[in-house]
């Protein structure tokens, strides 16, 4: 292969493992986001589990706004299993399931992680073997 067809080669599959490390990070920042909102509900959870039926909290609304609601029952959660259903469920099942997704997602992050990272040092190999093309190929053209 004649280095002009390496450079080539080297710029294609360089676009395509830059396109692939930005929607790795992409789905790691789902990861991130989804992550921070069950470690909410972790807490939240935790919190409820310590409180008394008719106790005062605030329930966010969005937009940094909350209104005052009374619990009515501690025992029961409404618990989302994904894809858009939800289940009732006891207030320790729920915690044990948030706990279970977040395990999930950990290991789903560091899978994530190792392939952007195998990706990274990938893109730097090629980066590296496209300059020493390039300066060949001047000197070759200054002689």
């Keep these: 292969m004649s280095s002009e067809d390496e450079i080539r080669r ?4 360089l676009r395509i493992l830059e396109g692939t490390a930005e929607a790795l ?8 986001a989804v992550f921070t ?3 909410m509900a ?3 959870l935790e919190g409820i589990e310590k409180e008394d039926s008719e106790a ?3 329930v966010p609304i969005g937009g940094g706004s909350y209104i005052k609601a009374k619990l009515a029952d ?9 894809a858009g259903v939800s289940v009732e469920k006891s207030l320790e099942e729920a915690k044990q399931g948030v706990d279970e997704r977040i395990s999930e997602l950990e290991g789903t992050k560091r899978s994530l992680e190792q392939q952007l990272s195998q990706v990274i040092r990938r893109i730097q190999e090629n980066r ?3 300059q020493e093309l390039t300066a060949e ?3 070759e053209e200054r002689t």
Excluded: A, H, M
């Design 10 to 13: 080297l710029i294609v599959e």
């Design 25 to 32: 990070q992409s789905r790691i920042n789902l990861v991130d």
């Design 37 to 39: 909102e069950l470690n």
């Design 42 to 44: 972790k807490r939240t």
């Design 56 to 58: 005062s909290i605030f």
């Design 74 to 82: 501690v025992d029961k959660v409404v618990y989302g299993v994904g």
């Design 128 to 130: 590296d073997r496209l």
């Design 137 to 139: 190929r001047r000197r």
